[in-house]
């Protein structure tokens, strides 16, 4: 009997490079404030948020993941028919099918290419990480496209106090190939299915439909995903720390989930992140993206300066399901 050909196996894989876009329009507290009965000042203190990018009505999702896609693969300067696989990390995908990610791989000439959606909300891109270092070393791509995407406002109730007033629209995408060295750690994960509804929607889209719920929105039970975050996900960081075979300090960067600022910085005295280690903290003036939020943050470092090429990050994301991934990545 003859045996199955072996894929031939690539070692290691890390980030060639990262694309970024956000909605176009910058939503102030004061905007927000009003419908929610609240203030400038309650929503800085409790979220550490002073604008949030949102995209006009004729800003898709899809218009900022081929921004934020073309820019990756410019950067990692490859063909985009060189990638083998699209992944696409959203929960705001206005279509339950076809999948976003097969329109994306079409749009930026990744023509034929293995595509399909995640839904790990802010998770998700961390998510779609794991799973293109797996597809690189398993020699089933060469280069993978990776997508956190949301467009959030579209499921945004302006009266809810819970979620309403974090969120942003934006886009992140990372191309990941093979590498002489390792660049992408084990990954951490999991879920906590026993909190599944701390964070979700209003409704289901049956019960929409059959006139029992308005458009179904995202809301949290706000203390509850805080206790978990810090807590529960301290634990999942140090793991990933440990599975890398690596320090707080030798970190370079910290580039959790932009919850808001408060869990950010509770997560980072958890561990014990010195200052030399830079914390991201993109939320401040784009907001929470849920699946956009890591890339783009990391995007931000390295745009500004503040990290360099070749060092490590940390990055964490967690959010509704519960789902939770964490790895270190070198960055691009």
Known sequence: MKQLKQTEQIKFSR?????????????TNDEIAGPIDSSDEWIRQRTGIITRKRASADRSLMDM?????NEAIGKAGIDASEIGAVILATIS?????????????????????AAYDISAACAGYCYGIAQADSLVRSGVAKYVLVVGGEKLSDFVEPTDRSISFLLGDGAGAAIVGPSDHPGISKTVWGSDGSNWDKVGMTGSLIDFRDGKTSWPTL????QSVFR??????????????AAAGLEPEDLSALVTHQANTRIIDELAKQLNIPESVVVARDIVDTGNTSAASIPLAMHRLLAEGQVKSGGYALEIGFGAGLAYAAQVVELP
């Open 15 to 27: 980030i060639y490079a990262l694309g970024a876009a956000r909605g176009d329009l910058a939503v």
């Open 65 to 69: 993941a081929i921004e934020a896609s």
């Open 93 to 113: 995908f206005p279509y339950q099918t076809p999948s976003g990610a097969s329109l994306l791989a079409e749009s930026v000439g990744a023509h034929g290419a």
């Open 219 to 222: 809301v949290q039970e706000g």
């Open 228 to 241: 978990w975050a810090v807590w529960e996900m301290a634990k999942v960081a140090k793991e990933a720390l």
